[in-house]
């Protein structure tokens, strides 16, 4: 099945402790994003990949990394979350030149 | 600034009933506008996709139109089910850039 695949979920982190949210993707695409979602502010762009080690920023990339060595694995790094990053996290993916995104699931993520 | 709008930031309507949701957008230059839905707790699906030259375009019991004179674009629900409780996400596309605008979305409520 065709998908875009996070994890984890869920997690609950306290502030300062590095942590990693993976997304991989099967379908062969180029371009990979992520996003946070935030009530009353929609999704938000934080970075994004048109290939293999090619990552540029979004919208708010502050306290975030990124890395693409790989077509298929585009992780996210939080290398000290703070409380201002509890947020829901979607990781994105699509072929180059198209615009129809296949997201996934969604990770919550709660930092005290 | 390109930006994306949406009304009304929530509804609440009785199963069985129509809706229409609203998206004016100052996005330029504009390449193609999608409606995506968003059940809760889930990544956004697409359900249209409209260019600069169609003016509507069906999915079952949703109707998008789209004015590119007046930047605006509705998405109307016929009969109403349960199932379409989510949320409703308008996104337009930059022309010759891999960049996509993010409405905030509609939080659409269906009572039985």
């Known amino acids: 099945e065709a998908q875009v695949t996070q994890n984890p979920r869920y997690l609950i982190t306290v502030t300062g402790k590095k942590l990693t949210v993976t997304c991989s993707q099967n379908m062969n695409h180029e371009y990979m994003s992520w996003y946070r979602q935030d009530p009353g502010l929609g999704l938000r762009q934080i970075y994004y990949?048109?290939?293999?080690?090619?990552?540029d920023k979004g919208d708010v990339p502050e306290g975030y990394k990124v890395s693409r060595k790989e077509k298929r694995n585009f992780p996210l790094i939080l290398e000290s979350p703070s409380p201002n990053q509890t947020s829901l996290y979607f990781c994105?993916?699509?072929?180059?030149?198209?615009?129809?995104?296949?997201f996934g699931a969604g990770s919550r993520l709660t930092v005290l | 600034k390109n930006q994306v709008e949406q009304s009304p930031q929530s509804l609440i309507i009785l199963e069985g009933k129509n809706c229409t949701l609203q998206?004016?957008?100052?996005?330029?230059?504009?390449?193609?506008l999608r409606w995506y839905k968003q059940d809760t707790g889930r990544g956004p699906v697409s359900l249209t996709i409209m260019t600069f030259s169609e003016n509507t375009k069906s999915n079952g019991r949703y109707t998008a139109t789209l004015d590119a004179d007046t930047k605006q674009s509705s998405l109307h629900i016929t009969a109403s089910q349960l199932s379409d409780s989510a949320s409703y996400i308008c996104?337009?596309?930059?022309?010759?850039?891999?960049?996509?605008?993010f409405g905030q979305g509609t939080r659409l409520t269906i009572n039985p």
């Open positions: 994105a993916s699509t072929y180059s030149g198209a615009n129809v995104l296949t």
């Open positions: 998206c004016n957008y100052t996005v330029s230059p504009f390449s193609n």
């Open positions: 990949s048109m290939n293999v080690e090619v990552t």
């Open positions: 996104v337009v596309s930059v022309r010759g850039a891999q960049k996509l605008v």
